[in-house]
T-cell receptor
Framework: GAVVSQHPSWVICKSGTSVKIECRSL??????MFWYRQFPKQSLMLMAT?????????EQGVEKDKFLINHASLTLSTLTVTSAHPEDSSFYIC??????????????FGDGTRLSIL | SQQGEEDPQALSIQEGENATMNCSYK?????LQWYRQNSGRGLVHLIL?????REKHSGRLRVTLDTSKKSSSLLITASRAADTASYFC???????????????FGIGTKLQVIP
């Protein structure tokens, strides 16, 4: 089946550090990748949608200068949390979707990145 | 705001029993998906049911969709301890023709299967 690799699995760093998270589709080409944030015992909150070769579409309330998204190829998207602060600590999950004709395809998820800012 | 709302929010059953989770949504959809999440992990796709389908099976999973009531249910038969996880429904409001694809997740049902 389709595999999405997310790296790193967890990060602990000091306040003010910028952190980059990678999301790779290993065996398919992902025209669209999604970035989610999940707080403990809550659902996934969509942060942004990125399409290969174009600017990401951010959800309302998500700062695009704070959460930089790059989708440079059909297999890689990155999320950079710039100048991270303790309130940015969360579980970040990426997903990727392959578009096949006119049929909607499910999203395939990475295993998430737990970010802890001290 | 969340599109899908799962019910119940938490469910505890004995191994071997069936587990039923429900999902309600508000807007028109192209398809509805069910996912499973183990604690601290990413989501695993279980089943996708399209708006023109009413029922779908996959192993011990059975999903129904009632677009008139804007609701779906996920049934896990003969549950196992390994089924313990959170289950989310997600609605897809745009299809291939949509330039902006967005899937909205519900709040989830936390299922505990007691051995």
């Amino acid at each position: 089946g389709a595999v999405v690799s997310q790296h790193p699995s967890w990060v602990i760093c000091k306040s003010g550090t910028s952190v980059k998270i990678e999301c790779r589709s290993l065996d398919f080409q992902a025209t669209t990748m999604f970035w989610y944030r999940q707080f403990p015992k809550q659902s996934l909150m969509l942060m942004a949608t990125s399409n290969e070769g174009s600017k990401a579409t951010y959800e309302q309330g998500v700062e695009k200068d704070k959460f930089l998204i790059n989708h440079a190829s059909l297999t890689l998207s990155t999320l950079t949390v710039t100048s991270a602060h303790p309130e940015d600590s969360s579980f970040y999950i990426c997903s990727a979707r392959e578009q096949q004709g006119a049929i909607s395809q499910p999203q395939h998820f990475g295993d998430g990145t737990r970010l802890s800012i001290l | 705001s969340q599109q899908g709302e799962e019910d119940p929010q938490a469910l505890s059953i004995q191994e071997g029993e069936n587990a039923t989770m429900n999902c309600s949504y508000k807007t028109s959809i192209n398809n509805l998906q069910w996912y499973r999440q183990n604690s601290g992990r990413g989501l695993v796709h279980l089943i996708l049911i399209r708006s023109n389908e009413r029922e779908k099976h996959s192993g011990r999973l059975r999903v129904t969709l009632d677009t008139s009531k804007k609701s779906s249910s996920l049934l896990i038969t003969a549950s196992r301890a390994a089924d313990t996880a959170s289950y989310f429904c997600a609605t897809d409001a745009t299809g291939y023709s949509g330039g902006y694809q967005k899937v909205t997740f519900g709040i989830g049902t936390k299922l505990q299967v007691i051995p």
